[in-house]
């Protein structure tokens, strides 16, 4: 079945600088490749999504690549906040295998004043 | 946007008793319903996928027995677990692909075996 692995668990980053998490998919008819902010005890919570027909796509200060042929998509965060101190994971669905969603391991990322 | 109330929020019950879940879709049919289960500091781990009108399907290593998935409508689906005990103690939550929007989620339930 579908496996994503993401990378790296944990990110420790001072204000301002950039981060970038990195996740593979295994199953190449995966079509759709949100990624999610989670706070404890809470939902997950959708900040940028990408599907398989555009290669890269960014809102404000956060961006998302995508490369189909290696299987690999990244998320980008420029000028960090230390509000954007959280756990962040990513996601894969194809619509082959009932459209489920299957997440990545998860990053939990630091932001330092 | 399309909004899925799980209810819930927070249960505890007594070791070998059960405990029903329940997600409904307030402004859009699901036809299909995810579950998940979030362990601390882990991942959400999909249990099961739920279909409007047939029986669940369920991911290797999950109980189909011990954890009842009901999708009797296009607005509400349920999770129960039974007989539960300490180990199942757990965050779960349901999600519901709700057109081109994506998905949505339920606000979760933080299960506490005793």
């Known amino acids: 079945g579908e496996n994503v692995e993401q990378h790296p668990s944990t990110l420790s980053v001072q204000e301002g600088d950039s981060a970038v998490i990195k996740c593979t998919y295994s199953d190449s008819a995966s079509n759709y490749f949100p990624w999610y902010k989670q706070e404890l005890g809470k939902r997950p919570q959708l900040i940028i999504d990408?599907?398989?027909?555009?290669g890269e796509k960014k809102d404000q200060r956060i961006a998302v690549t995508l490369n189909k042929t290696a299987k690999h998509f990244s998320l980008h965060i420029t000028e960090t906040q230390p509000e954007d101190s959280a756990v962040y994971f990513c996601?894969?669905?194809?619509?082959?295998?009932?459209?489920?969603?299957?997440f990545g391991t998860g990053t939990r990322l630091q932001v330092f004043p | 946007g399309a909004v899925v109330s799980q209810h819930p929020s927070r249960v505890i019950c007594k070791s070998g008793t059960s405990v029903k879940i329940e997600c409904r879709s307030l402004?859009?049919?699901?036809?299909?319903m995810f579950w998940y289960r979030q362990f601390p500091k882990q991942s959400l781990m999909l249990m099961a996928t739920?279909?409007?009108?047939?029986?669940?399907?369920?991911e290797q290593g999950v109980e189909k027995d011990k954890f009842l998935i009901n999708h009797a409508s296009l607005t509400l689906s349920t999770l129960t677990v039974t007989s539960a005990h300490p180990e199942d103690s757990s965050f779960y939550i349901c999600s519901a692909r709700a057109g081109w929007e994506g998905y949505t989620f339920g606000s979760g339930t933080r299960l506490t075996v005793v």
């Open positions: 990408i599907r398989s027909n555009v």
């Open positions: 402004d859009f049919q699901a036809t299909t």
């Open positions: 739920s279909n409007e009108g047939s029986k669940a399907t369920y």
């Open positions: 996601a894969a669905s194809s619509p082959y295998n009932t459209d489920k969603l299957i």
